[in-house]
């Protein structure tokens, strides 16, 4: 006789499962129907002002602008590979009814968003992040992804990890969802575990809501590299942070 709760495992397991297919079918549909306007990058976020449901997906492609962010041994910069694997997240969720909005579309900075300053030499970081955090309280019950990608001097590190805010209990298992998600699906060599974040993440530590950065894999690895670069791949990363972000999403809503 099967046991109550292998066979409740089981279940899950069967369920999680046909999720992500569907989910994956859904958005292989979504991008062969809208390829043409994907290539051109001609799909845009909408504004917060059309999201009248909770809660609300801010996907934050880290970095932009002048500021690249981490270089990769084939000179791929971070800021590219952030937001071109924000818009198909982005792109995944929307199709799936979800809420969400984008702290940026383009290739930029977000320092003068606001316009709070006539001259932002030497404040252009800072004001940034505050910008961030300030489109993200804009929305209606915010849940804050932030994706970057990592790099190390030694190249022998690789694989997706999550780091979470402290200021709200929800942000840890959004995370947990996320790391074991990528682990099992994408990532299964992947040991990497959670981490808490400190101040140095001004995002995560200003935040109040459920809040996470990605660490999507190191460019300074080479294979990892090439695969984060590569268009299947985001894809596949994009199917996996939708499918746990669903799944955490429901539990979220459900305990009120």
Do not use: W
């Not at 459920?210 to 695969?227: K, M, Q, R, T, W």
């Not at 996996?240 to 539990?251: G, K, P, Q, W, Y």
């Amino acid at each position: 006789m099967i046991k109550a709760g292998v066979l409740k495992k089981c279940t899950l397991y069967l369920l999680f499962s046909l999720t992500l297919v569907l989910i994956c079918f859904l958005f292989f549909i979504y991008f062969e129907s809208n390829k043409h306007d994907v290539i051109a990058g001609n799909i845009k976020p909408v504004e917060a002002v059309d999201c009248i449901l909770e809660p609300t997906v801010v996907i934050d492609p880290g970095h932009g602008g002048v500021d690249g962010g981490c270089v990769g041994s084939n000179g791929t910069t971070e800021k590219d590979i952030n937001l071109s694997l924000s818009e198909k997240t982005y792109s995944l969720l929307s199709t799936s009814g979800m809420c969400s909005v984008m702290t940026r579309t383009e290739d930029e900075l977000l320092y003068d968003k606001y316009n709070d300053l006539g001259d932002y030499t030497g404040k252009k970081k800072i004001y940034d992040v505050k910008n961030r955090v300030r489109i993200t309280e804009e929305n209606i019950s915010p849940i804050f992804i932030s994706i970057h990608m990592n790099s190390f001097p030694d190249k022998k590190y690789s694989g997706t990890q999550v780091y979470f805010s402290p200021n709200s209990k929800d942000s840890k298992l959004l995370a947990e969802t996320l790391q074991s998600t990528v682990t099992k699906y994408i990532q299964v060599d992947n040991t990497r575990a959670i981490k808490k974040a400190n101040s140095s993440i001004y995002v995560l530590d200003r935040l109040t809501c459920p809040a996470v950065l990605i660490e999507c894999g190191f460019l300074s690895n080479d294979e990892e590299c090439i695969l984060l670069n590569d268009d299947i791949y985001q894809k596949k990363m994009a199917v996996v942070f939708c499918a746990s972000i669903l799944n955490f999403t429901e539990d979220y809503v459900n305990q009120g």
